[in-house]
Nanobody, 118 residues
Framework: QVHLVESGGGLVQSGGSLRLSCAAS????????MGWYRQAPGKQRELVAI???????NYADSVKGRFTISRDNAKNTMFLQMNSLKPEDTAVYYC????????????WGQGTQVTVSS
């Protein structure tokens, strides 16, 4: 089993920055993909950014150039640096990892609220 703990959410003004962290623990053999998703009220959960084991990344068009995803494989930790935040970035942000224990499964964090005021 893999346990994910997110931190770093909060309230920020438009144009501000926040840094989210996600720490994975448990009987982990290897973490493959790590990603951030978000869900705004009344909307479906959507992919924000994803980072592969080798470091390649993909971003939603809406956050390209503003958000940066990174990971520390030695510490099983992932980060999301969010700059130039907009009110439309307001959502609950969820950490997701695909890991082997050794069975390959997807795991989700509990979510952290990000609120951007205009």
């Amino acid at each position: 089993q893999v346990h994910l703990v997110e931190s770093g959410g909060g309230l920020v003004q438009s144009g501000g920055s926040l840094r989210l962290s996600c720490a994975a623990s448990g009987s982990i053999f290897r973490i493959y993909t790590m990603g951030w998703y978000r869900q705004a009220p009344g909307k479906q959960r959507e992919l924000v950014a994803i980072i592969m084991l080798g470091g390649s990344t993909n971003y939603a068009d809406s956050v390209k150039g503003r958000f940066t995803i990174s990971r520390d494989n030695a510490k099983n930790t992932m980060f999301l640096q969010m700059n130039s935040l907009k009110p439309e970035d307001t959502a609950v942000y969820y950490c997701n990892v695909r890991a082997s224990t050794p069975t390959m499964s997807d795991y989700w964090g509990q979510g952290t609220q990000v609120t951007v005021s205009s």
